[in-house]
């Protein structure tokens, strides 16, 4: 089991790193159509830009709670600790992606 878990949370951790990588080309490439996005002139951009924020942090949260799984099979207690912390992040995380979409001010 703890195998598995290393592994899944090696693939959330490169699934995340590439499709960073491919934002960055992206943002590289397409300079002057983010800026308009991010003046809020483009709806389609910003719908974009969050999804591909929301995929990313659910990429590096799911690595990081798998990695804390294969943790308790060492060490119990810190090991459900780190499991605590990943799911309060997670949650926290969602909680500021979500006010971020219906509050452009936040």
């Known amino acids: ?27 590289n490439f397409h300079r002057n159509a983010i800026r308009q996005g ?20 659910v990429l590096q949260f799911g690595a990081f709670f798998f990695l804390s799984l294969s943790l308790v099979s060492y060490s119990r207690v810190v090991g459900w600790i780190a499991v605590g912390f990943s799911g309060v992040f997670a949650c926290a995380g969602l909680i500021f992606w979500v006010a971020k979409k219906f509050s452009p001010e936040f």
């Open 38 to 57: 991010l003046a809020g002139k483009k709806r389609d951009f910003q719908f974009a830009v969050l999804g591909i924020s929301f995929v990313l942090e």
């Open 1 to 27: 089991m703890v195998r598995m878990f290393l592994a899944i949370a090696w693939l959330l951790f490169v699934l995340a790193l590439g499709l960073a990588s491919f934002a960055a080309l992206l943002l």
